[in-house]
T-cell receptor
Framework: ELKVEQNPLFLSMQEGKNYTIYCNYS?????LYWYRQDPGKSLESLFV?????AVKQEGRLMASLDTKARLSTLHITAAVHDLSATYFC??????????????FGKGTKLSVIP | DSGVTQTPKHLITATGQRVTLRCSPR?????VYWYQQSLDQGLQFLIH???????AKGNILERFSAQQFPDLHSELNLSSLELGDSALYFC???????????FGQGTRLTVV
């Protein structure tokens, strides 16, 4: 059974600081996703990482994937209040009969304080 | 806006009742997925349909069922509701089974 572990689960950081969220997964996967969720809202896709060594950046967020270590990171640079949200990593895995399903981590609740 | 439409947005019902959640996928998407998000279980995959056919089941209770209709919209039926079924239910759709899925706004179900 695929397990996805995120840490930390809670993160309070000051504006302007840098930090990294880690996502470990237990079995080989085809794709890894990072999502953002604001309270009570939908899941907004941030990054899709498809191959070993993949690195993607959007604004103050950068995601990377190491498939050998089964590790992805989401790095936050010079945090601003607008980044406060819960961030999920999710791993896509084949579940048979031509079906893929996402297994999510528990999420990292990020609070950026002035 | 992902293009995936879920109705209703909010639903309050009593224990023992039955409800139906509806999902309209993005235009052209053949795959529909249902996920449940609860405080204690987190985000869990429930079921996947592709072009009207069930393809995979996850942690879906026997009291729950789903179907995908010829026009590709999907419904998730929840029966004999319990307090613990209170959650946010998401539908997601994708073009094919192996392509990225996009999530709807969710239906917030509260069982009282």
């Amino acid at each position: 059974e695929l397990k996805v572990e995120q840490n930390p689960l809670f993160l309070s950081m000051q504006e302007g600081k840098n930090y990294t969220i880690y996502c470990n997964y237990s079995t080989t996967s085809d794709r890894l996703y990072w999502y953002r969720q604001d309270p009570g809202k939908s899941l907004e896709s941030l990054f899709v990482l498809l191959s070993n060594g993949a690195v993607k950046q959007e604004g103050r967020l950068m995601a990377s994937l190491d498939t050998k270590a089964r590790l992805s990171t989401l790095h936050i640079t010079a945090a601003v209040h607008d980044l406060s949200a819960t961030y999920f990593c999710a791993v896509d895995s084949y579940s048979g009969a031509g079906s893929y399903q996402l297994t999510f981590g528990k999420g990292t609740k990020l609070s950026v304080i002035p | 806006d992902s293009g995936v439409t879920q109705t209703p947005k909010h639903l309050i019902t009593a224990t023992g009742q039955r409800v139906t959640l509806r999902c309209s996928p993005r235009s052209g998407d053949l795959s529909v997925y249902w996920y449940q998000q609860s405080l204690d279980q987190g985000l869990q995959f429930l079921i996947h349909y592709y072009n009207g056919e069930e393809r995979a089941k996850g942690n879906i209770l026997e009291r729950f069922s789903a179907q995908q209709f010829p026009d590709l919209h999907s419904e998730l039926n929840l029966s004999s509701l319990e307090l613990g079924d209170s959650a946010l239910y998401f539908c997601a759709s994708s073009v094919l089974t192996e392509t990225e899925a996009f999530f709807g706004q969710g239906t917030r179900l509260t069982v009282v």
